[in-house]
């Protein structure tokens, strides 16, 4: 397949993933309320090619793309209103960079306490036996 025929097949498909319906979703009924989910949609595309000599020639492309969800639509009884999806201070990714301490600390209370506690119940052994 040629570069020019692979850059097109690639628009296309591109083209087809950011149609309205992936930007603003389908609407989904609960009773007297419609819910529509509205979402961003990124793309990057590059491509090159080149010719050497009579038999050396190369081509090459890479692409990415992300489908994020902002907001919603909410329409309930006639009246339409935008709920965004604000990302806070503490992001989803900030948390998923955080888990790995959070987890080690978890492990060091744990083993903490059950440390304690069993130091303590070797004390209440004691106390018990010496009464």
Do not use: Y
């Not at 709920?83 to 503490?90: A, D, F, G, H």
């Amino acid at each position: 397949m040629s570069l020019e025929n692979i850059i097109k097949t690639v628009l296309q498909e591109f083209k087809e993933i950011a149609k309205t319906e992936t930007v603003v979703g389908k609407p989904i009924a609960f009773g007297e309320m419609v819910i529509v989910p509205v979402s961003k949609i990124s793309f990057g595309f590059g491509a090159g090619g080149g010719k050497g000599d009579k038999t050396d020639s190369g081509a090459g492309t890479g692409g990415g793309g992300s489908v994020e969800p902002v907001g919603f639509i909410v329409i309930h009884k006639g009246k339409a209103q935008v709920m965004p999806l604000q990302e806070s201070e503490m992001s989803i990714g900030k948390l998923i960079g955080m888990a790995p301490d959070v987890i080690k600390k978890v492990k060091e209370f744990r083993e903490k306490r059950e440390k304690d506690k069993s130091a303590d119940d070797d004390g209440n052994s004691e106390e018990t036996e010496e009464s």
